[in-house]
């Protein structure tokens, strides 16, 4: 019986001979087999790890944006505390303000001693914008019928009409 079926086996594969597949058959069969899953998983791995990335990289411009934007809030809110700080300073001493509201009124008629007093007051202003870089000029106005102020700018009294810089004034006014 072992006989027969091996005699059997036999004439099935006579009759169902095909040639052996070719060796580059094989090779591109079990390359293709191989090399296809391998590049669907990196594929697949690239463009996660891409957007990733990518999306890390915006957060980080984003963090960095809103610290440098807070820092600029900070810088902006020190200068403007500075000069909140030497505008109080100024308008404390009324007294040299109203000497000063004098000089601009008469100044002919006004004494050497407020002279002195008014000049040492410019002086302080023009320190003020000298030793600060962020601050460009201080005025001091006092209401005055002439139009006159001291400004760290120009050295003593300056008159509003013959200055360039009248915007201030028009705010003022306001």
């Known amino acids: ?21 070719s060796r580059s058959i094989v090779f591109w069969s079990k390359f293709v087999d191989t090399f296809f ?30 610290n440098m934007l807070k820092q600029a809030v900070q810088n902006v809110e ?21 000497k000063i509201g004098d000089v601009f009124e008469n100044e002919e008629t006004v004494d050497r001693e407020t002279r002195i007093e008014t000049e040492n007051f410019r002086k302080f202003v023009s320190s003020i914008s000298n ?14 019928s002439y139009g006159k102020f001291i400004t760290s700018i120009e050295d003593g009294i300056t008159s509003l009409n013959d200055f360039y810089d009248q915007g201030w004034y028009e705010s003022y006014c306001m």
């Open 131 to 144: 030793s600060n870089s962020y601050i460009f000029s201080v005025y001091i106005y006092v209401k005055n």
């Open 78 to 98: 020190m200068l403007f505390n500075a000069v909140d700080s030497v505008a109080l300073s100024i308008c404390q001493d009324t007294e040299t303000l109203e």
């Open 1 to 21: 019986m072992i006989k027969t079926l091996q005699t059997f086996e036999r004439s099935a594969m006579i009759k169902n001979q095909q040639s052996p597949p």
């Open 37 to 66: 899953p391998i590049l669907f998983i990196t594929l697949i791995l690239g463009v996660f790890s891409t957007a990733i990335l990518a999306q890390q990289a915006v957060d980080s411009a984003l963090r960095s944006n809103n």
